[in-house]
């Protein structure tokens, strides 16, 4: 993990800001959302990127019943017999 050297303090709400060049080097624009990760003793930030319900699959999704499902998860379900 690399240092940034950048310091921020935590405001009465909880908030942090992030710095510009964070958010530039992650592609975040407003209302974007940010995953949090606890790693032990980090917290750990990740720009949010939905995917499938079942196999986590970030590419060629549909919503079906307003979940995320990718193709090939899509067309094993078609194929199941239930």
Do not use: W
Not at 19 to 44: A, H, Q, W
Not at 77 to 82: D, E, P, V
């Amino acid at each position: 993990m690399k240092s940034t050297g950048i310091v921020r303090p935590i405001d009465d709400l909880g908030r942090i800001v992030l710095p510009i060049e964070i958010r530039k080097t992650l592609e975040l624009s407003p209302k974007d959302s940010v995953e949090i990760f606890i790693d032990g003793n980090r917290i750990v930030l990740q720009k949010y990127q939905p995917g499938c319900i079942f196999c986590g699959n970030h590419e060629e999704l549909t919503y079906y019943k307003g979940k995320l499902v990718c193709r090939e998860c899509a067309e094993s379900l078609n194929r199941a017999q239930f």
